[in-house]
C-alpha cells in the first residue's frame, strides 16, 4: 500500500497556496519522471559516441574506457535498490528532487574535470543520482496512475526515453566534433534544472505506508557495492593483466562478498534491501532473468558499436550517432503501443517471447560483421531496426510486468531491483569487454562480430525465460 500525501489545488488545478507553487497533476508528473530519468539516457548516448575523444584527451587505454562507462554504472548498480528503498521511506518526490540535484551537480563535475581520477568521481557522482531517480520515477508513476493508464504511462515513460536516447548521441556527437566532449555534459545541466522546478511543481508526494516501512538496509547496500566493486575490477583487469593473484584474489573476494550479501538479506527477511521473499514469485524471477540476458546484451552493444565504427572505420562522432538513430527512434515510436494495447491483447509474456527473438535476430545479422568494412544499409540498419522493435515490443511490458508482479507492498523495492539488475548486466557486459578491446584490438570487427554471437545466445536465454516462467497476471492498483 501507498500513502500519498494531496497538496490543497483548486479544481482548475491551480494551487490554493499561491506561495507554496505546486499542484499535483498526472501531465506534469509525467514530464518531470520523462526528463529526470532520461538524463541517464542522454548522459549514457553521448559517453558513447565520445569515448575516443575522452580515451585521447585523457591519455588512457581500453581499461580507461571501460571505467569510463563503469563508474556510473557502479555506484547506479549497487545503490538503485535502495534508492528505491528511500523513496518508500521519506517519500518518492523529495528522494526524486534529490536525485535530480545530485545529478545535475555531477554534470557539472564532468564538464570542468582537470584530471581523469576527477572525472571518474563525476562519473561515480551522476551513477549515485540515477540511483535515485531511475526506482522513484517509476513509482512516482505507479502512484499517480492506475490500470491501464498506467501501462499507458510506462509506455510513454519509456518511448520518450528512447527519443531522448535517438536525439542524444547525435547532438552529442555534433557537440563532440563541433567543441568538446565537456559541453555535452554542460548541455545536460539546464533539462536537470528544468525538471526540478517541475516536479516541485507537479508531482505528488507519495511513500509506503507506516506499518510497511522497514529499516533502511545499509549493510545490504555495501555488501553489494563492494561485491560488485570486487567483480568488475577483477573482470576489467583480467583481459590486460592476466590470472595475477591479485585479480585472482579480488574475484574470489568479490563471489564471498556477494554471498554474504545473500546471507545477510535472507537473515533479515521482509526488512532486506533485496527482500528473497520476491523471487519465490515464479514470474518475478522469470523477469529478473529476462532482464538480466538482454540487458547485457544491449549494454554490451550500445558501448561497442559506436567504438568501433569510429576506431575501425574512421566514423566521426556525428556520423556514428546518426548510425544508430535508427535503434531508438523506431523504439521510442513503437515502445507506447506496447505499453498498452498490444499487452492487452496478446498479452505480456508473447511480446517478451517475442520482443527477445527480434532481438536475437538483429544480433545475428551483426555476427555477419566481417572484413575491413561494414555495410551500412545491408548489415547494420536491418539489424538495428529488427533490435529496435524487439526493445520497443520489451521494455513497457517489462516494467509494467515487473510492478504488477510485486503488488503495492513492494513498489519501490521491485523497481529498484529490476533496475539493479539491468545496471548490473550492462556492467558486467562493458566489464567484459576487454576480451574484445583488448584480445582483438588488430581486427576490432571480427571482435564485434564474435560479441554479437555472444548477444544473440543472451537474448534467446531472455526468451526462455520469458516463456517459460512469466505468467500472465490482472493489474494490480
Known amino acids: 500500500m501507498s500513502t500519498t500525501l494531496p ?38 548516448s553521448i559517453i558513447n559516441v565520445a569515448l575516443p575523444q575522452m580515451q585521447t584527451e585523457f ?10 562507462v563503469n563508474a556510473y554504472l557502479l555506484p547506479l548498480g549497487a545503490f538503485v535498490l ?21 545529478f545535475l551537480l555531477a554534470c557539472l563535475l564532468c564538464a570542468v574535470a582537470w584530471s581523469f581520477p576527477v572525472f571518474l568521481i563525476g562519473r561515480a557522482f551522476e551513477g549515485i543520482g540515477a540511483a535515485m531517480l531511475a526506482p522513484t520515477s517509476l513509482a512516482i508513476i505507479a502512484d499517480g496512475f492506475s490500470g491501464r493508464a498506467r501501462g499507458t504511462a510506462i509506455g510513454t515513460w519509456a518511448a520518450a526515453g528512447a527519443a531522448a536516447g535517438a536525439i542524444a548521441p547525435l547532438a552529442g556527437g555534433v557537440i563532440v566534433d563541433l567543441a568538446s566532449w565537456r559541453w555535452a555534459f554542460a548541455a545536460v545541466v539546464p533539462l536537470a534544472g528544468y525538471a526540478v522546478i517541475v516536479a516541485r511543481r507537479s508531482v505528488r508526494e507519495s511513500k509506503a505506508a507506516a506499518d510497511e516501512v522497514a529499516p533502511l538496509d545499509w549493510t ?24 595475477t593473484p591479485l585479480v585472482g584474489a ?37 523477469l529478473s532473468l529476462l532482464t ?4 547485457a546484451a544491449l549494454g554490451g552493444l550500445l558501448v561497442l558499436l559506436p567504438y568501433v565504427l569510429i576506431r575501425e572505420l574512421g566514423y ?29 491483447r496478446f498479452g505480456t509474456r508473447t511480446l517478451l517471447g517475442f520482443g527477445s527473438l527480434c532481438v536475437a535476430a538483429g544480433f545475428f545479422v551483426f555476427s555477419r560483421a566481417a572484413g575491413d568494412t561494414l555495410s551500412y544499409w545491408g548489415l547494420l540498419f536491418p539489424a538495428l531496426i529488427l533490435m529496435a522493435i524487439g526493445m520497443a515490443t520489451s521494455v513497457a511490458p517489462l516494467t509494467t510486468a515487473v510492478l504488477n508482479s510485486a503488488g503495492a507492498r513492494y513498489t519501490g523495492v521491485a523497481s529498484g531491483i529490476n533496475n539493479a539488475i539491468s545496471r548490473i548486466a550492462g556492467l558486467v557486459a562493458t566489464a567484459l569487454l576487454g576480451i574484445v578491446l583488448i584480445g582483438w584490438a588488430d581486427d576490432l570487427i571480427a571482435g564485434f562480430a564474435l560479441a554479437a554471437w555472444a548477444g544473440m545466445a543472451l537474448s534467446v536465454a531472455s526468451a526462455t525465460a ?5 505468467r500472465e497476471a490482472q493489474t494490480q492498483d
Open 59 to 68: 591519455g588512457v587505454g581500453a581499461t580507461g574506457a571501460q571505467w569510463i
Open 82 to 102: 535502495i534508492g528505491g528503498a528511500l523513496g518508500d521511506h521519506y517519500g518518492r518526490k523529495r528522494v526524486f528532487m534529490a536525485g535530480l540535484v545530485v
Open 292 to 295: 538480466l540476458f538482454l540487458y
Open 466 to 470: 520469458a516463456l517459460l516462467l512469466v
Open 250 to 286: 579480488t574475484l574470489v573476494s568479490g563471489i564471498m562478498l556477494a554471498g554474504l550479501f545473500v546471507t545477510v538479506e535472507k537473515h533479515k527477511g521482509t526488512r532486506a534491501m533485496t527482500p528473497l521473499a520476491l523471487f519465490t514469485n515464479k514470474t518475478f524471477v522469470g
Open 220 to 243: 545490504g547496500a555495501a555488501l553489494s557495492g563492494a561485491a560488485l566493486l570486487a567483480l568488475i575490477y577483477a573482470l576489467i583487469a583480467l583481459p590486460e593483466r592476466g590470472a
Open 316 to 344: 566521426s562522432a556525428t556520423a556514428a550517432g546518426a548510425a544508430i538513430l535508427p535503434f531508438p527512434m523506431v523504439m521510442g515510436l513503437l515502445s507506447r503501443f506496447a505499453g498498452g494495447a498490444l499487452a492487452d
Open 7 to 44: 497538496l490543497p489545488c483548486t479544481a482548475t488545478g491551480t494551487a490554493v497556496d499561491p506561495a507554496r507553487g505546486d499542484c499535483p497533476d498526472q501531465n506534469g508528473t509525467l514530464v518531470a519522471t520523462i526528463l529526470g530519468s532520461s538524463l541517464a539516457f542522454i548522459v549514457g
